[in-house]
């Protein structure tokens, strides 16, 4: 029932910019009032690391790394969460997932690779 489905990445050159989106089915956010978002990225040979979150209160949190170049925002009226990504870094390349949290239940979504060519 539950399905999270990212798009927008690709190869940009550092300094680019590069929008991802996340779309999850439908009636997702009109059912739960509590829920959080975020983007979570994994290069090889690293552990996944939150990137940014968003919660149904509107409260953001960004990864030091990040700060100051990506911005999360939500359209609850399209069930998307947006990663608006500046200023991008060869460091940024990873597969970027989507992540939806309600209570103690995560869902992702399968990956979207973003790569930053230096």
């Known amino acids: 029932q539950v399905q999270l489905v990212e798009s927008g990445g690709g190869l940009v050159q550092a300094g680019g910019s590069l929008r991802l989106s996340c779309a999850t089915s439908g009636s997702i956010f009109s059912i739960w009032s509590i829920w959080s978002m975020g983007w979570y990225r994994q290069a090889p040979g690293k552990q996944r690391e939150l990137v940014a979150a968003?919660?149904?209160?509107?409260?953001?949190n960004y990864a030091d790394s990040v700060k100051g170049r990506f911005t999360i925002s939500r359209d609850i009226a399209k069930n998307t969460v947006n990663l608006q990504m500046n200023s991008l870094k060869p460091e940024d390349t990873a597969l970027y997932y989507c992540?939806?949290?309600?209570?103690?239940?995560?869902?992702w979504g399968q990956g979207t690779q973003v790569t930053v060519s230096s």
């Open positions: 992540n939806l949290r309600i209570r103690f239940n995560d869902y």
């Open positions: 968003i919660t149904s209160g509107g409260s953001t």
